[in-house]
Each structure stands twice: as structure tokens, then as C-alpha cells.
């Protein structure tokens, strides 16, 4: 299970939405000061998915207090076994449950059952949850405080624990021999006293266990002596080891050359600053030059302006151009010849455009080349992966099996199983010896054997004499037919899903789940490939296609350009072709000036006219408001592209100094000084323990342990054979007991090793032991041997982490991943088994999702993943 986004609205403090986007699949950190919401989060999770809609909690429990008439709202996208849920839920009024995966929805009461047995554990008939119903969420959702009630959570999440492993181990899970087993220890309560598992020890029995018992009780008193001298040399052995430890690794010179990466991290602060200002005045040098450009193009708009205006003039001087008619014509001729080398000019520049254009086309049909070798290759991969596919969605639709149909099955052989044993045990049986033949119905017997009779049975005698041997016990009929409807169950649920027994329906179910995981993944390499479709990639390749035909038959249309002339040169040429027409204008206006106010004033203005016309028609004119237009483009590109950087030169910028590099230093160097004191300080415990040691190893405490040990020996012995009366009753019961513990042990095989993995970090070549529910019970390290009861907060804490982890382990080899919480949950640690709970969270987090809340940030920004401190995430939302 992957938890990919939550939201969270008016639940509690969070009085506005709160949105914790892009969660990563392994660990993710919360950091905050007390009160700050890091709880709530935890909270919100567990009630989005645990708690009933309909009932949760009252309006005083999830109510933010300044908004009394809100509407709590939970949000969640997770993606579970191959598949993408979004789960939602509203509260106190317009209340609603929505769980949507794909096409598939349900709703209320259906999607909360769907949960349930999703993620393990008991739905609650009405209010809220309650421990012994949490399963699975209720063991690995460490709520804060709650580290080291392992065992309490655990047992809630026996029935599923237990699923889990026998599906690893290849064992049934413990249920018949139970029950059994009650009905055995049923039948010896009635032959002892009631209230107590042995009788009243009387007489002489009465005296040896009083005397075992003093005996005991001075041993311990001789043993707690001698534990306290063991403890002061294990203590010593300890103390000299750290000593040792650290006089060889020096970790004080770890954190002086941590003190000096700090110092070096103040250079690279001062260059992001550098880099930040150098970008800032690029910046404001960009914005002047787009200014520039932004005026070019308004005077380009102003002269197109101005020949609007001077045609309007012109229209009011026409009437008086007759008068003038024969000096314009006598200009006119003087200025043909300047007008055609204008035009030829004119065309020479045409020529040079159509080259320059020629150039840029070959370049689009190269970069169209490369696109068309990169989509074919796309579409190629795209239909190999698209056969895969459709394979496995066949073959998955072949061995698809109803989950619901095979945890029927398991329920009818779980009751099959003690009902079956019951059978057995009050069958009749025959033992038989004979000489020649008899029948029993339509069989013949002969020679030694048993018989095993279930129900009535005749037996034919030599004379023809019938003997008709009816089993005992009065529910014997009602037994035989619940075992025949049993089966009868059992066998119409094998035939519904086309198996022959349990372990092949377990397999095919576990084929089909990995067959729907492939089909999944597949999809996603498709999408890769194709992320709008099969269809969409070939129509872009056909799209494609297109514009490189239309490209090449432009190019194709081009004149030959072989003769062209450099734009540059063109262009010049034109306007020097212009300057000279506009000069023999001019002398042709100067003639008509001399005949005619009027005509001349006609003529200005037809020149004029001409002229801008002209202007705003050349090449030269169109592509100077092009270029600046286009300059002005590509400035304001370049200004974006500016600010983008400044944007992450600040982020940067912010980044390296969050921290103080100062602050660090001075950690840094006060940590070293400090395990340089921790170091003296050591030095000095061991010399007081070994004057203790000195004091007390004369005492004689070892000798008397030894010569009570004989004594001992012999009154327990007696002990024992007085006591030893039990019946055939007490004797199937320690066999029973046995076989079950003995299923037990197997049964946890998987989850021991899961554990050893991770004790591995915190108590090298230590061992623990389960309890029936699964629970750790005892800790064995080197000659320690302590009940989980008895070590220190502390250690049950950092335990109850471990264990955690090593479920997780399981349930997820099984097939039933699951997240993990913790809220708080080391905050008894020192920093040695703080660095080894790391190693573990982080071997774990590559499994797992983790989500670990803590209000001391310092103690876990070494785990190499960013920290999300509600702070900040309160701000922004």
C-alpha cells in the first residue's frame, strides 16, 4: 500500500484545507513543535480509513473550535496491489464514504467493508472503533506514547498475522487443535478440583513442596548476590568494550571533520549569493533592452499611420493636378531611369529572401527526419509491448478467482476440522482375529485387523446369524450429517471456482494477483510508449509525414538561388536604388515648382506618398518591424528564462542556508568536546566497578549455590514422582498441546528470521520469542535471558519499532502490503540506538512506505530525505 496525496479539511486544528502532495513510497519525515498538527495528521489517516462515516465521533472530537457548523472532510490516492484507489469521507453533516478504483465505485457501508478486508482488520457495528477491532492498522499505525505496547496491539492482529504466515510457511493456521484441546481439558476439570488446573497437595507432598520451596527461596537470595557480582563484570565488560570502542574509533574526530564540511558550507553559501546577484542585474538588463525593442515597433505603426493621413491630404489636392499634367510627365520621364534600377534591385533582393528561405527549410526537413525516426521507433516498441498485453489479460482472465469464494472455503474446512476430529474420537472400532471369512453388509473380512465403524453395520455369521453393531453416541447422527453438509459445502465451493482442493485455489488465486500486477505494468510501459494511444502515435507519425512532403515541395517551388546575392547586400542595394529615385522626385518637384504653386504642392504630396508607400511595401521595412517584433519575442523569452533563474538561485539560495552553517560549527565542535568528556567519564565508572568487584567476589556465594544444587535435585525429584498421576485424559492433552505448539513454532518461522534481520542493528546475535498471538515475549542476548515486561521503556520502545518492521516484512512477502506510522516513537533513545533504528527504518523504507513524526527535527536529518515541517505546510496551504 503507497499513500500518494492526502487532504485534509476542517478536522480538528486544521480549521482550512490542508493538501500534502507528491508522498514517496519510502520514507517520509514530519517535523513540528508540539501541538503543531503532526498528530492530527496520523489521527485523520486513521479515521479516514478505520472509522465508520456515519457514526465517527461526536462534533466536540473533530470539530476545529472556531468553525462549530463545518463538515469534516478526508481525502486520500493510494495504490494498493497493482491498483489506484481515491478514498473520501465526509462527517457530522452531509456524512459520505466514496472509495472509486477506475470505473469501479462504492460507496457507504459497501466501501467501508471493501476497506476492512483490504487492510485487515474488524469493522465496527456502530461509534467508534475500538482496539480489540483495529487488525493490522491497529498494530503498525503507532499512535504517540504507544511504541511499546506491541503485545496489546498484536493480539487484535493475531487472525491476520496468523493468515500471512501460513500462507509463507506452508502451514495451517492454529484453530481445530484449539478446540480440541478445550474439549480435552473439558473432560479432565471434571476428574480435579474446579477452580484449579491440580489438586490441593496434602501429607507428605505438602512438606516436600514446602521444602522445595524454602530451598528456592534462599537459592534466590544466593542467586540475586551472585547476579549483582555477574552484573558488575558484565557492566565492566561493557564499560571497558565502549571505552575501547571509542579510544579505537575516535568519534570525536568524526564530528570535528562534520564541524569542517560546516565551515566549507559557508563558501558555498557566499557563491550562491554571488551567482544570485550576477543573475539579478542580468535581469535588469534584459527588461531595458526589451523596452528598446518595444519602441521600435511603435515607430514602424507610426509611419504606416502617417501614409493614411498624407493619402487623405492627397485626395484634397486632385482637382488642381490637370493644370499641372505636362511637367509631371516631363518629371516623370527624367526619373524612369532611377526607377528601373530601383526594380532591378527590388527584384535582387526578392531572390536573396527566397534563398534565405530555401535555408531555413532545409533545416526544418533535417529536424523533421529525426522526429520521424524517433516516433516510428515509439510506435515499433508501442505494439510489441501492446502484444504482451493483450497475452497476459487473456491468461489472467483464465485463472481469475473469487477471493470472497476461496475465505468461504477456508471457513467450511476450519469448522470441518474439529467436527472430523470429534468423529474420530468417538468411532467404534473392532479388533478382529479370525480364522475364515465373514461379511459385514456386502464386504468380507478375514485374517487381523480394525474396523472403524461410523454408522450401523451387519455382521453375517457362519450359521447364517446376523450381529447389527450400531455405534454409540446420542449426536453421533446430527455429527455425520453437519460433517456430510460440510463437505457437500466444501465440495460445491471447489467446483464454483474449477479447483480440486485448497492449496490449488490458493495458487491460482496468488497466479491470478500476479498476473493482474503484470497486466498493470504493462500498461504503464504502454503509456510510456504511447501516453495518448496506439492510434494518437500513428496519426502524429502520419502528421509528421505531412510536413515534411509539404516542406520538401516548398523547397522544390523555390527559383534557383545559386546567383542570389547576400541579403545584406540586396537590401543596401535597394535603398541606394531608392535614395536615387528619390533625387530625380525631387528635381522633377523642383521643375514644377516653378510653374505652379498649386501643382508642386500636388506633386510633394504624390511624392510623398509614393514614397511611403513604397517604404512600407519593401522587404527592407516588412522585415525591419518583423525583426522587431521578433526581437522583442525573444526578449521576452530570455526575461522569463531570467527570472526562472533567479527564482531558483533564491531557492538555492534559501536551501543552503535553512540550516546555519555557523549553527552547524559550533554543534559540531561542542559534540566532540562533549564525547571526548563522555570518554573521561567512562574511564572513571570502570575503575569504581572493579573496586566493587574486588569487594564482593570473596563471598562465597558460588559455593553454596553448589552445594544446595544436590539438595535440591533430590526433594524436587520426589516432588515430581509424587505428582505424577495424571490419566489418559492428561496425557492426550500434553500430546495435544504439543502438536500445536509444535504448528506454532512452524507457523512463526517466517517471522523469526524477519526479525533476526532487524535485531541484527540494535542487538547483534540476540534471539526473541513469540507468543501465541505473535507478540514478542522474551529476549535472549549472549547469557541474558529477560521477559519484554522487564526491559526498560526504552528498550520496549525501540523493540516494538523493530518488531513492527519485521510485520510489515510479512504481511508484504504475503501479498498484503501495508504502511507503517510513527508518531513520536523513539523519543526514549539515546543516539547509539537512535543510529541503529535509522539503519533499520531506512533498510526498511526501500519495502515499505514510512511515516515517522517527530518534534526533533536535529536527531533525524541524516536519513537523507526531506522534512516537512507542518509549519510551513500550515502557511502555505
Given amino acids: 500500500m503507497i499513500i500518494e496525496r492526502l487532504s485534509i479539511t476542517d478536522f480538528k486544528q486544521f480549521a482550512k484545507k490542508l493538501d500534502i502532495e507528491n508522498l514517496t513510497p519510502g520514507l517520509n519525515v514530519f517535523t513540528g513543535n508540539n501541538e503543531a498538527g503532526k498528530s492530527t495528521i496520523a489521527e485523520a489517516v486513521r479515521t479516514l480509513f478505520l472509522e465508520r462515516y456515519s457514526t465517527t465521533s461526536t462534533k466536540e472530537d473533530i470539530l476545529p473550535w472556531s468553525k462549530p457548523n463545518a463538515s469534516p472532510s478526508i481525502e486520500a490516492t493510494f495504490s494498493h496491489n497493482g491498483n489506484t484507489y481515491l478514498l473520501s469521507k465526509q462527517f457530522v453533516t452531509g456524512k459520505r464514504c466514496n472509495l472509486l478504483n477506475g470505473t469501479t465505485r462504492l460507496d457507504g457501508d459497501e466501501a467501508e467493508e471493501h476497506l476492512a478486508e483490504m487492510f485487515g482488520f474488524a469493522r465496527s457495528k456502530k461509534g467508534a472503533i475500538s482496539a480489540d477491532q483495529s487488525g493490522i492498522p491497529g498494530l503498525l499505525w503507532v499512535q504517540q506514547g504507544e511504541s511499546h505496547r506491541v503485545a496489546a496491539r498484536a493480539a487484535p492482529a493475531a487472525e491476520y498475522l496468523r493468515g500471512a504466515l501460513g500462507q509463507l510457511s506452508g502451514g ?208 515499433e516498441k508501442a505494439n510489441t509491448v501492446l502484444a504482451e498485453l493483450e497475452k497476459a489479460t487473456a491468461e489472467r482472465a483464465k485463472v481469475e478467482l473469487d477471493p470472497k469464494k476461496l475465505k468461504k472455503l477456508k471457513s467450511v474446512l476450519d469448522e470441518l476440522m474439529p467436527l472430523r476430529a470429534q468423529q474420530e474420537a468417538t468411532a467404534t472400532r473392532i479388533e478382529y482375529r479370525l480364522n475364515g471369512a465373514v461379511r459385514i453388509n456386502d464386504s468380507e473380512i478375514r485374517g487381523r485387523g480394525t474396523l472403524v465403524l461410523d454408522t450401523a453395520k451387519t455382521l453375517k455369521l457362519a450359521d447364517e446369524s446376523e450381529l447389527t453393531i450400531v455405534p454409540g453416541g446420542s449426536d453421533r447422527g446430527s455429527l455425520v450429517e453437519e460433517i456430510a453438509k460440510l463437505e457437500g459445502e466444501a465440495a460445491k ?138 526581437a522583442m519575442f525573444a526578449e521576452t523569452n530570455t526575461n522569463k528564462i531570467l527570472k526562472e533563474k533567479v527564482v531558483a538561485a533564491e531557492a538555492e539560495y534559501a ?154 516484512d510479512l504481511l508484504k512477502e504475503a501479498g498484503r502490503p501495508t504502511v507503517l506510522f510513527f508518531d513520536d516513537a523513539a523519543v526514549h533513545t539515546d543516539a547509539f540506538r537512535r543510529d541503529a533504528i535509522k539503519q533499520a527504518l531506512l533498510d526498511a523504507a526501500t519495502r515499505h512506505q514510512i511515516f515517522l513524526f517527530t518534534c526533533h527535527p536535529e536527531n533525524w536529518n541524516d536519513l537523507g530525505v526531506e522534512q516537512r515541517a507542518l509549519e510551513e505546510m500550515k502557511a502555505a496551504a
Fill in 172 to 379: 495451517e493456521v492454529v484453530g481445530g487443535e484449539d478446540t480440541l484441546i478445550k474439549a480435552v481439558e473439558k473432560q479432565l476439570l471434571q476428574l480435579r478440583t474446579p477452580s484449579k488446573r491440580e489438586a490441593k497437595a496434602k501429607g507428605e507432598l505438602d512438606k516436600v513442596e514446602k521444602d522445595v520451596n524454602a530451598l528456592l527461596a534462599q537459592r534466590a537470595i544466593w542467586q540475586q548476590q551472585l547476579d549483582m557480582l555477574e552484573f558488575d563484570l558484565g557492566n565492566l565488560t561493557a564499560l571497558q568494550g565502549a571505552f575501547d570502542k571509542d579510544e579505537r574509533d575516535k568519534p570525536w574526530v568524526d564530528l570535528e571533520r562534520r564541524a569542517g564540511e560546516a565551515r566549507a558550507k559557508l563558501a558555498e553559501v557566499a557563491n550562491a549569493k554571488q551567482l544570485l546577484d550576477s543573475l539579478g542585474q542580468d535581469l535588469k538588463l534584459s527588461t531595458v533592452t526589451l523596452a528598446g525593442h518595444v519602441q521600435k515597433a511603435a515607430t514602424a505603426d507610426a509611419v504606416e499611420k502617417n501614409l493614411t493621413l498624407n493619402k487623405v491630404k492627397l485626395e484634397g489636392a486632385q482637382a488642381d493636378e490637370v493644370e499641372a499634367e505636362v511637367a509631371y510627365t516631363t518629371a516623370l520621364e527624367a526619373a524612369s531611369a532611377a526607377q528601373a534600377e530601383y526594380d532591378a534591385a527590388t527584384a535582387a533582393e526578392k531572390l536573396a529572401s527566397a534563398a534565405a528561405t530555401a535555408a531555413e527549410l532545409r533545416e526544418a526537413l533535417a529536424a523533421l527526419k529525426r522526429e520521424l525516426t524517433g516516433q516510428t521507433e515509439a510506435l
Fill in 493 to 630: 465451493l471447489l467446483g464454483a471456482m474449477g479447483v480440486a482442493s485448497l492449496t490449488e485455489a490458493e495458487n491460482r488465486l496468488e497466479h491470478w494477483k500476479a498476473l493482474v500486477a503484470e497486466v498493470s505494468k504493462l500498461k504503464e510501459v504502454l503509456e510510456i510508449h504511447a501516453p495518448e494511444g496506439i492510434d494518437s502515435l500513428k496519426t502524429t507519425l502520419t502528421e509528421t509525414t505531412g510536413r515534411e512532403e509539404a516542406a520538401r515541395i516548398r523547397l522544390a517551388a523555390l527559383p534557383d538561388t545559386s546567383d542570389a546575392l547576400p541579403v545584406t547586400t540586396a537590401t543596401s542595394n535597394t535603398k541606394k536604388a531608392k535614395l536615387w529615385l528619390d533625387a530625380a522626385h525631387l528635381a522633377e518637384k523642383n521643375s514644377a515648382e516653378k510653374r505652379s504653386i498649386a501643382r508642386t504642392m500636388v506633386q510633394g504630396l504624390i511624392e510623398t506618398v509614393a514614397a511611403a508607400e513604397t517604404e512600407v511595401a519593401t522587404p527592407a521595412f516588412v522585415q525591419a518591424k518583423l525583426n522587431a517584433g521578433s
Fill in 655 to 808: 536551501k543552503l542556508t535553512l540550516i546555519d552553517p555557523q549553527v552547524e560549527v559550533a554543534r559540531f565542535e561542542a559534540s566532540a568536546r562533549i564525547a571526548r568528556d563522555q570518554q573521561d567519564q567512562r574511564e572513571k565508572k570502570i575503575i569504581d566497578v572493579r573496586a566493587r568487584i574486588q569487594v564482593s567476589g570473596g563471598s562465597g556465594v558460588e559455593e553454596n549455590l553448589s552445594r544446595s544444587k544436590d539438595e535440591l535435585e533430590l526433594l524436587q525429584t520426589r516432588a515430581q514422582q509424587l505428582t505424577l498421576r495424571a490419566d489418559a485424559l492428561e496425557l492426550l492433552n500434553d500430546l495435544l498441546v504439543e502438536e500445536r505448539d509444535n504448528a506454532i513454532t512452524r507457523l512463526q518461522s517466517p517471522l523469526t528470521k524477519r526479525l533476526e534481520h532487524y535485531l541484527k542493528w540494535l542487538f547483534p546475535q540476540s534471539v526473541m520469542t513469540l507468543s501465541e498471538n505473535l507478540a514478542p515475549f522474551t529476549l535472549s542476548r549472549a547469557e541474558r535471558f529477560d521477559e519484554l515486561s522487564a526491559l526498560s521503556y526504552g528498550t520496549q520502545e525501540q523493540l516494538g519499532i523493530l518488531t513492527r518492521l519485521a510485520y510489515a
